[in-house]
């Protein structure tokens, strides 16, 4: 195995793990739809990093290598995400504690469907550009893409994480976990329009592309 297949595997699974603890520590031991999400999550996330290892590794390279934000207020809308991500599984596991929703079971079924094909999305985008980063950043030799996903919206790794976002709450059976998912979107946006920005003033082409593909989100919508 090498450095980077080591590196790359222990982000992975370092995140599975701290996934699961906080779903087994907000939800306790017998909160089995947050087991099932946790395994829709880890497989999804392993078999992303092992396909791209193998086919692109210089796109799990240089997501390893991503620093902190150099933008201030990209830190900042980072922060947010996290908090909200993180008061997502902790409101869905205490949801399951008590007992405050009833999602049926055909629609956390959909739900986890869901949650795959927001992987998915992320798969196109990174097979579609070896360089969507971790981070905000413009890398030497970078090109505007507009194949694939890219054709469609400019930021479908953002659309993929829409999805997921989107999904997540029913999937664990959490209606009260809802709006969470929609702060997080909502952080989601904010961080796009900076990057927008970014782009627009070190990325050679891009405001082309932009007039070229309107939409930044979802299709005929935003």
């Not at 595997?9 to 087994?24: D, E, I, M, Q, V």
């Not at 791209?52 to 980072?78: M, N």
């Not at 959909?110 to 998915?120: D, N, S």
């Not at 998912?181 to 932009?210: F, K, Q, T």
Request: net charge neutral.
């Amino acid at each position: 195995m090498t450095d980077l297949e080591r590196k790359a595997l222990f982000r992975t699974f370092g995140l599975s793990a701290f996934l699961g603890l906080l779903l087994l520590v907000a939800g306790g031991p017998g909160f089995w739809l947050g087991l099932r999400y946790w395994l829709v999550f880890t497989l999804c996330s392993v078999a992303l990093t092992l396909h791209f290892l193998q086919h692109d590794p210089a796109l799990i390279e240089r997501r390893l290598s991503a620093r902190t934000e150099k933008d201030e207020s990209q830190q900042i809308i980072r922060g947010f995400l996290t908090m909200t991500l993180i008061l997502l599984f902790v409101v869905a596991g205490i949801d399951h504690r008590l007992d405050w929703s009833d999602v049926p079971a055909p629609a956390v079924a959909v739900a986890e469907a869901l949650v795959a094909l927001g992987f998915v999305v992320i798969f196109l985008t990174f097979r579609a550009n070896s360089h969507a980063g971790a981070t905000i950043d413009v890398t030497p030799n970078q090109q505007v893409v507009s194949t694939g996903p890219y054709a469609l919206v400019r930021h479908p790794m953002y659309s993929g994480g829409t999805l997921i976002l989107l999904a997540t709450p029913f999937a664990l059976g959490s209606e009260w976990a809802f709006p969470w998912a929609l702060a997080a979107i909502a952080c989601l946006a904010w961080r796009l329009v900076e990057e927008e920005r970014y782009l627009s003033e070190h990325l050679a082409g891009y405001d082309a592309y932009r007039q070229q593909t309107p939409y930044r989100l979802i299709p005929y919508v935003w």
